[in-house]
């Protein structure tokens, strides 16, 4: 179902600038790998950074990086700006990723195919903290 792959335009290690909500703009993405799914296509697996994702259980404090989240190639491309850099070393993602082909392999998981400051807002809503944009 899943199989590791390359995509024309993103490899495994970039690190990209994207359009990020109002309040992050220094917030990065590292492509921590790339897979195709027999239906969904390419999967670019992402990685961020400098985020500020409010958790309302613990006011005062922000989650600043997300170690994995999944995305149509698609998707990456309405998101990312420019490449700030050719290759960095990958975040720690494996966990985040384990769980995720778990339940994709279970039918109960997707990609996202909004971008990923779209994404970032949905996740922070469903944490219950507030839609900022």
Known sequence: MLKDSTSPRYKVGQVWRYHTR?????ST???VKIERHISLGIIV??????????HPSHPGVSVDTVGHMPFSEEAMDQSVTALA??????PDFYEGY????????EGQAGVFTITVAESVDFMEQALGGPNRN
């Open 22 to 26: 109002s309040h992050e703009e220094t």
């Open 29 to 31: 993405l590292t492509i």
């Open 45 to 54: 697996h992402v990685s961020l950074k400098g985020l500020r994702i409010r």
């Open 85 to 90: 850099q050719e290759y960095a070393p990958l």
């Open 98 to 105: 384990q769980q995720w082909r778990q339940a994709i392999e």
